[in-house]
């Protein structure tokens, strides 16, 4: 089997089961909460905007922020805390950011979003760069939760595997366009000679790369 190949299959088998995943946590939310529809989150409106509905403090065990006491707790017992201390510096001069965030966390752990709109929230409140080092701190918060743990492991996996074909970035769910057996941001989805926007119908492909019909190279 040729390198190209391997890749291929593993590919799917993450596609494969994140879409699992996915979909468990949504017939979870289905039959958990059927009175709360989850609703896309548009790009246009980033969850920092979003102003809290109740005024419900975060428990302790749906909120993945350390706190700094927490911190010092449980350096004493020799653990590795490196990323919790650069997201807490981080969070430190982000508050608003957090507030929102520990709102979303909250809907998660309690079933009324899915794994792949948590995983968007995620990027689209820290950024792609902290997201790693978000992730396994709500992994860890998630400890009791096994299913919902798999579900975002497993979203991160597919949505890693997924780079745009044209800026490798992380391609979240409601900004992708799947051409050509790769993922494109909407905004990426253009010729590469050209760079006028491309659609589904006029855009062609040869290997892994995308043209308009008039710039695409004669085979
Ligand atoms: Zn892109
Ligand atoms: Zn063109």
Same mark, same amino acid.
């Given at each position: ?15 494969a ?7 468990? /946590? ?6 958990t ?48 805390l ?11 001069g ?5 507030? =929102? ?7 998660? /752990?309690?079933?009324?979003?899915? /794994? ?8 689209k ?8 080092i ?45 051409? /050509? ?21 006029? =855009? ?16």
């Amino acid at each position: 089997m040729s390198e190209e190949e391997k890749e291929k299959e593993r590919q799917e088998a993450i596609t494969a089961r994140a879409e699992a995943a996915a979909e468990e /946590a949504k017939e979870e939310t289905e039959s958990t909460t059927p009175s709360t529809p989850s609703t896309p989150i548009s790009p246009t409106s980033p969850p920092t905007t979003e102003t809290p509905s109740g005024s419900a403090e975060p428990s302790p065990a749906s909120t993945p922020t350390p706190t700094g006491r927490q911190l010092e707790d449980e350096e004493k017992s020799g653990q590795d805390l490196s990323l919790e201390r650069e997201l807490f510096a981080y969070l430190e001069g982000n508050k608003d950011r957090m507030k =929102a965030f520990s709102m979303h966390s909250q809907k998660y /752990a309690q079933g009324k979003i899915t /794994a792949f709109m948590y995983y968007y929230m995620i990027g689209k409140t820290f950024g792609d760069e902290l997201v790693p080092i978000v992730l396994p701190l709500l992994l860890k918060a998630l400890a009791n939760d096994p299913k919902k743990q798999e579900a975002l492991r497993c979203y991160h996996l597919y949505a890693i595997a997924k780079g745009c074909g044209r800026c490798n970035k992380i391609v979240y769910f409601p900004e992708e366009v799947r051409f /050509a057996d790769k993922s494109w941001h909407r905004w990426c989805f253009k010729c590469m000679e050209c760079n006028i926007t491309l659609d589904l119908k006029s =855009a062609t492909s040869r290997g892994k790369k995308i043209w308009c019909i008039k710039h695409v190279p004669k085979e």
